[in-house]
């Protein structure tokens, strides 16, 4: 771990661009906005700073990360890198496991679709609703 930085705190949106959990920093400033991030349990801004030690939790539907700040960056640099900053917790890792399975042998059919019905969808809806 060789972090760039001589400070011990930094503002949570930039740690979040570069241990590479979002794209771009206005990404990261969205998700904390909308309460997607937590620093130890509690709800905070996009300028809030960070310390080692600190316990982040951070939803990206449909997962959900619990992790402990390990080291600081101001830089963006490569994944390998980037991983160096955080640890998971192994309850979060296995709920992660867990999930993805249950997606994978989830049914296609049943899936949730986005967005409105097409005209096929449209039709059967209008046929199941009129056979009452």
Request: proline fraction near 5%; charged fraction near 30%; aromatic fraction near 6%.
């Given at each position: 771990?060789?972090?760039?930085?001589?400070?011990?705190?930094?503002?949570?949106?930039?740690?979040?661009?570069?241990?590479?959990?979002?794209?771009?920093?206005?990404?990261?400033?969205?998700?904390?906005?909308?309460?997607?991030?937590?620093?130890?349990?509690?709800?905070?801004?996009?300028?809030?700073?960070?310390?080692?030690?600190?316990?982040?939790?951070?939803?990206?539907?449909?997962?959900?990360?619990?992790?402990?700040?390990?080291?600081?960056?101001?830089?963006?640099?490569?994944?390998?890198?980037?991983?160096?900053l955080?640890?998971?917790?192994?309850?979060?890792?296995?709920?992660?496991?867990?999930?993805k399975?249950?997606?994978?042998?989830?049914?296609?059919?049943?899936r949730?679709?986005?967005?409105?019905?097409?005209?096929?969808?449209?039709?059967?809806?209008?046929?199941?609703?009129?056979?009452?």
């Amino acid at each position: 771990m060789n972090p760039s930085t001589n400070s011990d705190t930094q503002r949570l949106d930039k740690w979040l661009w570069a241990a590479r959990f979002y794209k771009t920093r206005s990404l990261a400033v969205e998700a904390i906005s909308g309460g997607k991030v937590h620093l130890n349990s509690h709800r905070i801004k996009p300028s809030h700073t960070v310390r080692v030690g600190d316990t982040l939790t951070i939803s990206k539907a449909p997962y959900e990360f619990e992790i402990t700040v390990q080291a600081l960056n101001l830089q963006r640099r490569p994944a390998s890198e980037a991983q160096t900053l955080y640890q998971e917790t192994q309850a979060s890792q296995d709920k992660r496991a867990q999930l993805k399975q249950q997606l994978k042998d989830e049914p296609l059919g049943f899936r949730q679709q986005k967005g409105r019905p097409n005209k096929r969808d449209r039709r059967n809806i209008i046929k199941f609703t009129r056979q009452t």
